[in-house]
């Protein structure tokens, strides 16, 4: 079956420092990948989208990578802040369905 | 503040109650779409409206009843839940409906926190 899957173990980094998210796939190649942002009693928020034919996606101090081949997307925060801290959410669409959603990497960024 | 607007911002209701959740949204969006969100795990899709029609159902026990009025609005209607029922339902709108093609990104309202006792 499709699976997706993000490390549970949230991130501790320091501020400044760069922060690496991984989302890894398998069973399946979706054409496309959106990663979201959520905060804690709040909805997602769409941060990128990156295509099959995209190796790599950039937006201000985000950056997302797309590896078809070892079925994997990284997520990268460059100059970490500790207004990044909160849980990250990779998201491909399973078939013909809507996205569904990794289990999200809680990311910390200390002062 | 969210382009999508969910109301109640919390709910609590008894296992016998009827109650609805109601979700709006001005952007001209058509496709419409619940999800559920229990502590510390992610979202789960529960349906998708595109263009006013059900077309996607993931398997959802009746209790849970949606209806889409218009292209604005979105319902959910709940009946005689169950206390693991409890969590955050959230409304979420994108320009065409995800899936077949289409990679529109999802705009998620800040959700209805639920509470069954």
């Known amino acids: 079956s499709q699976k997706i899957e993000q490390n549970s173990e949230a991130l501790n980094i320091q501020e400044g420092k760069t922060a690496t998210l991984t989302c890894n796939y398998t069973?399946?190649?979706?054409?496309?990948l959106q990663w979201y942002r959520q905060d804690p009693g709040r909805g997602p928020v769409f941060l990128l989208l990156?295509?099959?034919?995209?190796k790599e996606k950039r937006k201000e101090r985000l950056k997302v990578t797309f590896d078809t081949t070892l079925k994997q997307s990284l997520f990268h925060i460059t100059a970490s802040q500790p207004a990044d801290s909160a849980t990250y959410l990779c998201?491909?669409?399973?078939?013909?369905?809507?996205?569904?959603f990794g289990s999200g990497t809680r990311l910390q960024v200390q002062p | 503040d969210t382009e999508v607007t969910q109301t109640p911002k919390h709910l609590v209701m008894g296992m016998t109650n009827k109650k609805s959740l109601k979700c709006e949204q001005h952007?001209?969006?058509?496709?419409m779409y619940w999800y559920k969100q229990k502590a510390k795990k992610p979202p789960e899709l529960m349906f998708v409206?595109?263009?006013?029609?059900?077309?996607i159902n993931e398997s959802v026990p009746s209790r849970f009843s949606p209806e889409c009025p218009n292209s604005s609005l979105l319902n959910l209607h709940l009946h005689a839940l169950q206390p693991e029922d409890s969590a955050l339902y959230l409304c979420?709108?994108?320009?065409?409906?995800?899936?077949?093609?289409?990679?529109?990104?999802?705009?998620f309202g800040n959700g209805t926190r639920l509470t069954v006792t």
């Open positions: 409206y595109s263009y006013e029609k059900l077309s």
């Open positions: 979420a709108s994108s320009q065409d409906r995800q899936g077949g093609g289409y990679n529109s990104p999802l705009h």
């Open positions: 952007m001209g969006h058509r496709a």
């Open positions: 069973n399946y190649s979706p054409a496309y």
């Open positions: 998201a491909p669409p399973t078939g013909r369905r809507a996205l569904t």
């Open positions: 990156i295509r099959e034919n995209e």
